[in-house]
């Protein structure tokens, strides 16, 4: 018969005494082993009453004890019990009552002549004395094997599994012990044929012998190369294990002065140490180290074969973790770099961001975001949604997000850059079908003016700065990568200043259990007449609250962008004739704005960059030119003529009377480039203002799920 709930089982290191307490609560009956439980007889147990078995200081609660067996209850505690000799031992006993009366002696055991009805069982259980702790080889082994392996075997994280073997060796095997892995495996990195001097890591120890030293001399986390002459050393020269059974301070002593670290001198000495390697498909993991204190029976060479054994087992579960780990690093690692590192903007728009992936395994998905600073206080706005889950719709998404960036870095039109977009997902679509709705917008901080394109996409939402807010009605097309349909168009709004721009993915709308036009509703309400005040950090929350408890909601992707203008006093514009004389008189116009925006220093470029520009749009231009200089985080000057021809940079040869114009542009400036207008074409460069930086990193406060996202 053996109790319920917290009884004892028998593979931890104690010893069982079963007793038979009748209704007068005297002891009726004892298990034969009572001599090697608490040092006693049974026959000076039996027929003795139950309190004679503790201390008076523990009588109180054995009488509680037995209260519960009276009222049929089942129970334990920890009490303090007499021994034989004179001394008390610690043992935990439960009472478990019996139902119906119990006549005579219980099989194996002593009873008392003329014994009543028994109450109930008393199950005495007291540790193994520290000599007699590992004498059964059987119990190791069951210990070892069993659940436990099979426990922190279900564990893939590296760090947890090696907790879980050293609680498992620990206390079944040795007092104290090591787990210790090759540094190239917790990198995640592919593991060689490493030996001898390879660099280790520990990742988990334990002791049960109440020494605080075991933890502090062998930290978890320590990085180390061990010594020669060590045995240390030996298993992984060997990739053996190593068996001392007993480390004498001279050998202790040894091993801390080759390993430059005292306090191993004092805590080796009189041990007994195993170490045992870890090894899985022929390579070598790194080792187990295992110790046992004075006053412990000694590793022999049977307990060794019973480490190796357990060692063996837990070295696949290692090689688990660890391949996991490193597909896992891997595979966020590819991951993460699909989505955007940083989000550029004009200094008058001001933009906010967020991104929770619908998979818990999988951190990125089909939804991506930009927001690219484009020449002339622009900004291109962009959110799309491959269809699908999972890995596939993210490389699809990093394919069209690296697409759709150079096409915004080539100043293409919205409705152009989707059109080009729609024709690569057609060509992706022979290889494996896909395909992905996107809205661009871009917004020029000069004029207000915020272009818009949309393929599939749900509308933008605009918010007024007196609140008030409506859903964008874009001209409708359908899905990148769909044939048939309405072609993509664009139409252009003009923002009032101050107003905010939401774009997004259905995730965000849309589930299972909401209709989208609920949720449609529901983000217009996130932005009320408070919205022209509000943090955008308040309003990027607010749009997300209520997504995280959503176990079945799809990727989302938000983009949330306060539409500033460019200050007028910022922006300086001028209407040249096409007339030679043109260029002198734009050196003056520019030298006198500088010196009003106190960049004197910039002026002698300024001028020939405008001579330059001014000259070459002279040459192949018909019609007025337009000047413009923008001051903002960088110096802009703009050319704009009536001619759709883009000029391209070439070397003149030596004997040729003209060709450097951009040539010496592309020297003199940060950077320069063109795009063509509904009237012809801008051409632009940039010069750094001193003392300005011209790419600020502005940190974000942290936010739920940030970390899908790294800013």
């Known amino acids: 018969m053996a109790p319920r709930g917290d009884a004892p089982v028998g593979d931890s290191p104690s010893r069982t005494l079963v007793l038979g307490v009748d209704r007068a609560r005297r002891v009726a009956q004892c298990g034969p082993n009572a001599a090697a439980v608490l040092g006693r007889e049974p026959h000076d147990l039996i027929g003795r009453p139950a309190a004679d078995l503790v201390d008076d200081d523990a009588k109180a609660d054995l009488e509680n004890l037995l209260e519960a067996l009276a009222g049929a209850q089942e129970r334990t505690v920890m009490l303090t019990v007499r021994r034989g000799d004179g001394g008390a031992a610690d043992a935990v006993v439960t009472a478990q009552p019996l139902v119906g009366p119990v006549e005579g002696a219980l099989d194996g055991a002593s009873a008392a002549p003329g014994a009543s009805a028994l109450a109930g069982l008393l199950y005495v259980r007291v540790a193994l004395p520290p000599s007699e702790r590992y004498q059964d080889p059987a119990l190791m082994r069951r210990a070892l094997m069993d659940?436990?392996?099979?426990?922190f075997g279900a564990s893939l994280d590296l760090d947890q599994t090696a907790r879980g073997l050293?609680?498992?060796i620990v206390p079944h095997y040795c007092t104290t012990a090591s787990v210790l892995v090759l540094e190239s495996l917790v990198a995640a990195d592919e593991v060689h044929g490493e030996s001898g001097s390879a660099v280790l890591r520990r990742i988990a120890v334990t002791s049960d012998d109440g020494n605080a030293l075991w933890t502090?001399?062998?930290?978890?986390?320590?990085?180390?190369?061990f010594p020669e002459g060590t045995p240390y050393r030996e298993v992984l020269d060997t990739a053996r294990p190593v068996h001392l059974p007993h480390v004498n301070i001279d050998l202790a002593g040894d091993i801390a002065r080759k390993w430059r670290r005292n306090p191993v001198a004092g805590l080796?000495?009189?041990v007994s140490m195993v170490l045992l390697p870890l090894i899985a498909r022929d390579t070598l993991l790194g080792f187990i180290a295992c110790t046992r204190v004075p006053g412990f029976r000694r590793f022999d060479a049977y307990d060794v074969e019973i480490g190796m054994e357990f060692a063996t087992r837990a070295a696949i579960v290692i090689d688990n973790a660890r391949r996991f780990s490193r597909e896992r690093a891997t595979a966020l690692a590819?991951?993460?770099?699909?989505?955007?590192?940083?989000?550029s903007a004009p200094t008058p728009v001001e933009v906010r961001h967020r991104y929770l992936p619908g998979s818990k395994l999988v951190e990125v998905g089909g939804d991506w975001y930009e927001s690219i600073a484009l020449p002339g206080a622009r900004v291109a706005l962009i959110v799309g949604d491959v269809a699908g889950h999972g890995v596939r719709a993210a490389v699809t998404m990093g394919r069209l997000r690296t697409a759709l960036h150079t096409l915004a870095n080539l100043e293409l039109p919205p409705a152009d850059a989707l059109h080009v977009m729609h024709e690569l997902m057609i060509e992706l679509g022979e290889q494996e079908p896909h395909f992905a709705t996107c809205v661009y917008a871009v917004y020029d901080a000069t004029t207000g003016a915020l272009e818009i394109a949309s393929a599939g996409h749900l509308p933008p939402l605009l918010v007024a700065p007196d609140g008030s807010?409506?859903?964008?009605?874009?001209?409708?097309?359908?899905?990148?990568?769909?044939?048939?349909?309405?072609?993509?168009e664009s139409r252009e709004f003009t923002v009032e200043d101050g107003s905010v721009f939401v774009i997004y993915t259905d995730g965000l709308v849309e589930n299972r259990g909401r209709d989208i036009d609920d949720g449609l509703a529901?983000?217009?309400?996130?932005?009320?007449?408070?919205?022209?005040?509000?943090?955008m950090e308040d309003l990027a929350k607010a749009t997300l609250a209520g997504v995280y408890a959503d176990q079945h909601r799809d990727d989302i992707a938000v983009l949330i962008s306060r539409l500033r203008r460019l200050p007028e006093d910022h922006v300086a514009s001028w209407t040249l004739p096409a007339d030679p004389a043109a260029v002198r008189r734009a050196r003056g116009l520019v030298r006198t704005r500088l010196d009003e925006w106190g960049l004197e220093a910039l002026t002698y470029q300024t001028e020939l960059l405008a001579s330059e520009l001014i000259t070459n749009a002279l040459r192949y231009a018909t019609g007025p030119i337009h000047l413009r200089l923008l001051r903002e985080r960088t110096l802009t000057c703009e050319v704009l003529d009536g001619s759709a021809a883009l000029p391209r940079l070439r070397h003149a040869a030596d004997d040729d009377e003209n060709g450097r114009g951009l040539l010496v542009v592309s020297q003199v400036a940060h950077r320069w480039g063109t795009r063509r207008t509904p009237e012809g074409k801008v051409v632009w460069c940039e010069q750094l203002i001193p003392g300005v930086d011209p790419?600020?990193?502005?940190?974000?406060?942290?936010?739920?799920?940030?970390?899908?996202?790294r800013e």
């Open 268 to 270: 080796l000495t009189d």
């Open 216 to 225: 502090a001399t062998f930290p978890v986390g320590e990085v180390l190369v």
């Open 147 to 151: 659940d436990p392996l099979t426990r």
């Open 695 to 709: 790419d600020p990193a502005e940190p974000v406060p942290a936010w739920p799920g940030e970390n899908h996202h």
């Open 522 to 535: 529901r983000l217009r309400g996130v932005f009320g007449s408070d919205t022209a005040t509000r943090p």
């Open 166 to 168: 050293v609680e498992v």
């Open 469 to 488: 807010n409506e859903y964008l009605e874009i001209p409708p097309a359908p899905p990148l990568g769909v044939s048939g349909g309405a072609a993509i």
């Open 334 to 343: 590819l991951q993460r770099s699909l989505l955007p590192n940083r989000l």
